[in-house]
């Protein structure tokens, strides 16, 4: 029972490793099942509930989107003149679903829109959601999206780099550098400045999200309570405060070093000195090279000193199209000098060796430093610039989407942007959209061991699962059932050595003994059972003659049991 149970808990658990982030199999079975292209009948989705953003671009294509006509800050000659365009993916796995693609490579794009109505963080989490594709392999760009902040300035025409923002979110990577990012601008409320803070980066490996080319959901969670989530594939992948989980934190320092303080020129703090009073020995020589000729090696007989290392090859030909004028004078290349092989040529020079009277440059012994004062540090004070922001979720109002970047890839697909503050219509959506797109996606996805082993690099702990799944059903089936008569030899395997009668040998002896039946001996039967009962009444007398002795005498001569054992047995008919 024991071991049933544990088997199905293991089972269990796979199950759920599979069912991970899929929300429900039966409303995607008839899109598995319907793999094939020309089956498919994809419906655009529509939001059931409150949102502030929605864009799936099936039907509207880019309405409601405006395209930057503004300059880089930094460069007046620099456009975001890369193109935008409404298309289905490379694969067409889904006919009829199309999404904004950033088509140019390595060009600046901007485009953005307008918010239904603005959103104020008040008491309503903000839960902003988006698919990205990469549908080439990305060598350096970014995918992330920007939330405009509220200002009467905001004119999604002049969209450029220095747009104020409130949030930046999204993935991003250049060189082996893979990033989800998540960066809020939060109000200095002393001076008023605002200033970036970063969330840290994720503890899992993200370059499978950039090389395998699907489609990927990308959440991020901010709650009232200053707590925040990433999510790739409805999987959390980072989680923190805002107050305890940016860099640099929100709240600065209440105090700080005295910028006017400065170490005093007689402080001490080297923790150990040469010993002043240690003498160099007269007899070290800092002049002695560290290597020297091995004088032990001569100079072989048949070296030649005449002769060079290298001479020109002799079957080597100046090239018909060699110019003088433009290539200078030829030269025929140099090859090895056959002569050298023998022993060698040129100047001979002795091997070196380490040099036993080689010391290097002498240097006092350290030793501990009385006048050590320690590291100094400078004072400590009130930072005039401290302030406690016990509310960082309360950042500027946003009121439009915005995606400014560049990358050297193109073809990047963003899809099935919202942005709401109901969890539930956001699962809603996801069900009606990336889940589908999942759905299709995995029936077209590597087999089942495959995906156990794509499972465990994503998630380490899974290899955990694996092992009380696999093997430890495997011990406890041998700790239950070994040893046992199904899996060892038989019971009379071993054989007796000995003569001697042993413990069980009195029943082994009367079974022996008892009457045999013979169909074709049947003339016999009453001799054989007269012998038959009189060696059956023997052993019976040593088996009484053995109990009588152990219970009078607390044992038996195991000599005189065996003997008359024996002497009986020869009298039993075979």
Known sequence: MQLQ??????????????????????????????????????KAPKPVGDVYFVASF???GLEGWVKSEAKKDDSNDTRYDGIWAIEESYNQKMPGNKGLVLKSQAKHHAIAAYFKKPFHFKNLPLIVQYEVHFQNEIQCGGAYLKLL?????????KLFDKT???????????????????????????????????????????????????????????????????????????KGSLLQDMTPPVNPPKEIDDPNHQKPEDWDDRRQIPDPESVKPHDWDEDAPRYIPDSTVMKPDNWLDEEPEYIPDPESTKPPDWDIDMDGEWEKPKIPNPLCMTAGCGTWKPPMIPNPAYKGKWKAPMIDNPKYMGVWKPRKIPNPDYFE?????????????????????????????????DERVVKQWVKDTWARTKAIYDADGPGLILQLFLAADKRPWLWGVYVVTVALPVILFISFYWPDKRFGPPDDYYYKKTDDVQINDEEKLITEAEPQESDQHDQQDNEDKSKEMTAGGALRKVKADLETSSQTQGGSDPGQVTAEALRYRKTIPK
Request: with cysteine.
């Open 149 to 157: 902040s509220v200002d009467d300035q905001l004119d999604l025409r």
């Open 389 to 421: 922001d016990t509310k960082p979720f309360l950042m500027t109002p946003i009121a439009a989407v915005g995606l400014e970047l560049w990358s050297l890839t193109p073809d990047i697909m963003f899809d099935n942007f919202i942005i709401s503050s």
């Open 5 to 42: 149970l544990i088997s199905y808990l293991g089972v269990c658990g796979l199950t759920l490793v599979f069912a991970e982030g899929v929300a429900d199999d039966s409303e995607f079975q008839d899109d598995a099942e319907s793999s094939h292209p020309n089956r498919i009948v994809y």
């Open 58 to 60: 099936d039907t509207d």
């Open 164 to 238: 104020p923002y409130t949030i930046m979110f999204g993935p991003d990577k250049c060189g082996q550098d893979y990033k989800l990012h998540f960066i809020f601008r939060h109000r200095d409320p002393v001076t008023g400045a605002y200033k970036e803070k970063h969330a840290r980066k994720p503890d899992i490996d993200l370059q499978s999200y950039f090389i395998d080319r699907i489609p990927h959901l990308y959440t991020l969670i901010v709650r009232p309570d200053n707590s925040f989530e990433l999510l790739i594939d409805e999987n959390s992948v980072s």
